[in-house]
């Protein structure tokens, strides 16, 4: 039996196509079947049958069905939140009276998370109702949540419009791998991602943007580490090194979701990948 984190979607929090985008990008999106969702992962123990999601996306419904036909396990045993931005959190909705009206489906938070969702509606509500039920995540602690795996929140610098932002390190006794969707930069981390990266199995890191140019908009007000610097960043790193990270979280303007663009074969060249939905990394 084995144990693995499966990617359910790999797309910024706005989707694929976004809301009034009428770029080349997002024109033939328009016309085709949903076939690309946004960031989330599942971690899946087999021989307990349980699996947990890692952020609850607008699209957690599809991605939920989606998951429960590949691992035939029929439950969710509990979703675990990175941030309250609205890709990371919004699912929730889902759970409440007016969709599927879970029974103290277990959320698990950081404090400020927590806070949020317990003073604001209509999050609340489904707190009142019993649709869910908050448990408190702490930096750096380590919650075995199976007898084959653990998983440990860690701070990592974003915006705190709502709540404070972590990663997440799941790990069994034979492998780790690292869930870093967004983050505002590398160097404002008191963590050194390269030395991380060479005592870790896999890391799936935010690659939001590609470069600098893909929005009209001031990207200063929404940093992420623009991918052609992360490529610069880890350059150095040895060939096995560079094949652990995954890039993830897509910006629909970002030309690494076109498996044919010149963008999307520069990063796969020089070692890195690109994270796709449906994924499995074995821990």
Known sequence: MRNYVKVLGTIQDGGFPQIDCNKACCQNQWLKPKKKFVSSIAVVDESEKKQWIIDASPEIKFQTKLLKEKTNI????????????????????????EAAGSRD???????????????????NNLLKQRNIKLIKLSKNNTINISANLKIKPFLVPHREDYSETVGFKIATSKKELIYIPDIDNWEKWDISITELIKNIDFALVDGTFFSEREIERDIS???????????????????????????????????????????????????????????????
Do not use: C, Q
Not at 105 to 123: D, H, I, Q, R, T
Not at 233 to 260: C, G, Q, W
């Open 105 to 123: 489906l277990k959320v698990y938070a950081m404090s400020k998370m927590k806070k949020f969702l317990e003073n604001n509606g209509p999050w």
């Open 221 to 283: 007000l929404i940093p992420h580490p623009l991918v052609k610097d992360s490529l610069k960043l880890f350059s150095n790193l040895k060939a096995k090194e560079r094949n652990k990270i995954i890039f993830t979280h897509f910006n629909h303007t970002n030309p690494l979701i076109d498996e044919n663009s010149k963008e999307h074969e520069e990063v796969l060249s020089k070692g890195f990948r690109i994270a796709k939905e449906g994924d499995n990394f074995f821990l």
């Open 74 to 97: 029929k439950d969710i045993e509990g979703i675990f939140l990175t941030h309250a931005h609205i890709g990371h959190y919004t699912g929730l909705m889902y759970y409440g009276n």
